[in-house]
């Protein structure tokens, strides 16, 4: 038996009459960081939203800790500890931070939710300086920082960040990647899907390539930068 936290088996999905993805095979081990690469339009977000349980699979498997979650309606993903921060943060700019971050504990986890404020705040020591601002008036860097704290709220067994860089300076790219290899350390399991292939192969362990709904290539880190095709098509090299 595959005994990989998730596990994703020749998945289809997709939006009407149009199949993004056709045919996904996908592992992410406990306390691994894996990589999901690929362009715009390539259907990372979609396959996002799949395994989450937004959009329905068409087809193929998705197991989360063995628990068959490919039908899952999305609130039992997330309190199985599959957690997804979406692209383009995705927050309540009407509501504090603080209740933003509240909020990330509604379903899982509610009874550690003072622990887990804390926790975060050490994280992001500038969250704790802006509890009672709008989240709406916030940077996107700090935009950014509260949507990664409101999935840590949580306790994410997984946590899926979709495109995290996304509109982000080149500093705060820095910083970001900094603090996801730090949580990959504390024994976190994190799917990062990117379209920033360079800075994610430093920090990932594996990586798939997504192209056109399909992996192209799949393999180490070490194993696909020394990939020809990949270099000059994701790395100008």
């Known amino acids: 038996m595959n005994d990989a936290l998730l596990s994703v088996r020749g998945l289809r999905s997709g939006y009407g009459a149009v199949e993004v ?3 996904i095979d996908l592992d992410v081990q406990a306390g691994e960081i894996v990589a999901l690469l690929g ?8 396959f996002n ?3 989450s349980g937004l959009v329905p699979a068409r087809g193929g498997s998705i197991v989360f800790e063995r628990d068959d979650v490919t039908r899952a309606h999305y609130r039992d993903v997330v309190r199985l500890g599959l957690l997804h921060v979406p692209e383009g943060r995705r927050i309540f700019p009407n509501l504090s931070v603080l209740e933003n971050l509240e909020l990330g504990s509604f ?3 509610r009874a550690n939710r003072a622990a887990n404020l804390e926790r975060v705040f050490a994280l992001f020591p500038r ?3 802006r509890q009672p601002q709008l989240a709406g008036t916030l940077s996107g860097g700090e935009q950014q920082m509260l949507a ?6 949580g306790e994410p067994r997984l946590l899926i960040l979709d495109e995290p860089s996304l509109g982000l300076s080149p500093l705060l790219v820095e910083e970001l990647f900094g ?3 730090d949580l990959h350390r504390q024994g976190l399991a994190i799917l990062l899907v990117e379209q920033n292939v360079a800075q994610s192969l430093e920090i990932a362990q594996r990586a798939y390539v997504l192209e056109n709904g ?11 930068l020394a990939t020809d095709r990949l270099r000059q098509a994701y790395l100008g090299v």
């Open 49 to 51: 939203h799949t395994v």
């Open 39 to 46: 362009s715009n339009g390539a259907g990372k977000t979609t």
């Open 179 to 181: 603090l996801v290899a």
């Open 148 to 153: 990664i704290g409101r999935g840590l709220m």
């Open 107 to 109: 379903a899982r986890a």
């Open 214 to 224: 399909s992996i192209q290539f799949s393999g180490t880190s070490a194993e696909l």
């Open 127 to 129: 969250l704790k300086e």
């Open 21 to 23: 993805l056709r045919g």
